[in-house]
């Protein structure tokens, strides 16, 4: 696990260097501090030299400067490698869940992936800022301290024999315990967030349907799980400290006790017993702060697994096999013999031999049922998903042989949720085309009819959506979405029920715009209305992942019973509501 986040770190490895000196020269420093102040009880005070004290004080001093200097240093070099490393791991995943498919995303939760980049990553930085400070400083102060101590006495040190074994134990048995529930506290994190995130994502609903009590009480659970795993984990966490201050202060007191007899028969000086106690105090301090760190490393090591995990992940759809050279000659679209599946298995296909022909610049209608598989088949064009079997063809070409850059530039799709973007109706606009002019962006309003609502905004192209757009409604939104499809100049254009939010006289403006201005684009229409694709070149049917038919609206009326069916109680749905 270390060699996979090393290289995260390697950037920064000279401020980790740096850091890890100044530790070191920190607590050798520190170290000398109580032989100083031995000197000075058992020299200046004892033989009532002022001149010496003072120059042992001035000394000492100097030295705790010194130390403090290079406690700065490490705290500052810390900072700057941990909070360093966490910005390159939540960057890292950010750009691996871009390359993700639609299926590696749905693998994972919305919650999920942002505890990852956010609570995760903290985790880990933590674990790089504290473990420079302790995980270096520590070990010399042991060390030196155990070593410096037993030159004091060492008789007097064999206390340790007895204090290390038992702080080691306790320590291995909290963290052995403490593992598993950091790895179900995470979890529980996630739970938390999710329940969160849909609420106010979802808040219009939650209202509408007056279900606060409904959304509170679940958020209470998901909430009352957090805090009892919390208890769970942190519950032996506390441990650690009462335990190591029990030894410690036992310890200090048996160390009295035979240090005090040594003072009493003339075998120990009282300087050399204050100084042994200071170093008693610094190696048992230090053990208390190895403790820490190995509790959160315990933490990190379940918050690293996590973060593997998506880092990890292979990407369902990449451009290993595409030809980069390859250009999408036009936008004629061939399915030959597609099969599909969400999971890959040929046993629970969603899509069944569909055979498809749409010559370019052609407007093909797709009509279907609820869970008729229409948006699945048209995700399959841009590569959002990939078939299980067979091919699909963009311009005479599979389209895994164009890069995705270059077959979704080509291919643009309106999704069934529309979505937009913090910021002004431009921004969101220039999605499209970063370079587009305001002639060409006005031109892409008008022929989604967005143009009408815009011009009426005070503030016109300049006004602000606010966050997911929630200031212009439904049926705007879709327009400003096909407006933003239609500046990118597609040679395939997918409108996945994109008109359901607008009346039947702006639906009917748009088909007549895009047949007018974009008659060399080919125009793939999903609707729930028969009248959205009724002139359409070629109308396609399909019932439960199949091809039921396909033809005109005419033929179909006659050869269709399906179409026929949809169709008539369109018509008489019309009739009543006249």
Known sequence: MIKKFAPYLSKYKKWVGMGCLCGIMEAVFEMLIPLVMANIVDVGVQNHDAAYTIRMGLLMATMAVISMGFGMGLARCSSIAGQSFGAELREAQYNKIQEYSFSNIERFSTASLITRLTNDVNAMQMSITMGMRILVRAPVMLVSALFLAVMINAKLAMVFLVAIPVLLGSLYFIISHVRKRFGILQGRIDNM?????????????????????????????????????????????????????????????????????????????????????????????SLMMVSMIFMMLSRSVASARRILEVLEEVPDINDNACDPQAQVADGSVVFDHVNFSYDGKEDDLVLTDVNLTIPSGSTVGILGGTGSA?????????????????????????????????????????????TLFSGTIRENLLWGD????????????????????????????????????????????????????????????????????VDTATDAKIRRAFREDLSGTTKIIIAQRVSSISDADQIIVLDDGHVAAHGTHEELLESCDIYREVYQSQQEGAGLSE
Not at 405 to 415: D, F, G
Request: proline share 2%.
């Open 193 to 285: 967030n999710t329940a969160v995130q849909e609420n106010l994502i979802g808040i219009r609903t939650v209202k509408a349907f007056v279900r606060e009590d409904f959304e509170r009480k679940k958020f209470e659970t998901a909430n009352s799980n957090l805090r009892k795993a919390s208890e769970e984990a942190f519950g032996f966490v506390v441990l650690n400290m009462p335990v190591m201050q029990m030894v410690m202060f036992s310890t200090i007191i048996a160390i009295l006790w035979f240090g005090g007899g040594m003072v009493h028969t003339g075998a120990l000086q009282v300087g050399k017993l204050t100084s042994f106690i200071t170093y008693v105090t610094q190696i048992l301090m």
């Open 434 to 501: 970063e370079s587009a002019s305001d002639e060409e962006i006005w031109a892409a309003c008008q022929a989604a009819c967005a143009d009408e609502f815009i011009s009426r905004m005070p503030q016109g192209l300049e006004t602000d959506l606010g966050q997911g757009g929630v200031n212009v409604s439904g049926g705007q939104k879709q327009r400003l979405c096909i407006a933003r499809a239609i500046l990118k100049k597609p040679k395939v254009l997918i409108l996945d029920d994109s008109t359901s939010a």
């Open 374 to 418: 229409k948006t699945t088949l048209v995700q399959l064009i841009p590569r959002l998903y990939d078939v299980t079997s067979g091919q699909v063809l963009v311009g005479g070409r599979d389209v895994r042989d164009y890069s995705l850059e270059h077959l979704r530039n080509t291919v643009a799709i309106v999704l069934q949720q529309n």
